[in-house]
């Protein structure tokens, strides 16, 4: 299972256990009605999201960097201002 791991600038990493990645979302359920994790191996996240959200993907593998930033623009282009990636 994956985890999501957030780094500073100054290196320091946390990992965010996934019930406190949902219970986040949990509070944002009026105003979040969609989630794309941009993160490899990020389903158990996105089935602890979807606890609360509609609308979730995680991506079940791992994928190459330029492949994770084509993602993201095409999430921009495909939905403009109304879709933010996450």
Known sequence: MGSLVFQDSYVSVEV???EAIADLF???KRQIHCVILNACYSPSQATEISK???C???ISNDIDDHV???FHHFYNVGF???????
């Open 16 to 18: 965010a256990p996934v």
């Open 80 to 86: 403009g201002r109304s879709m933010r990636c996450i």
């Open 56 to 58: 979730v993907d995680g």
């Open 68 to 70: 994770a930033i084509l």
């Open 52 to 54: 609360y959200i509609d």
């Open 26 to 28: 949990s509070k944002f």
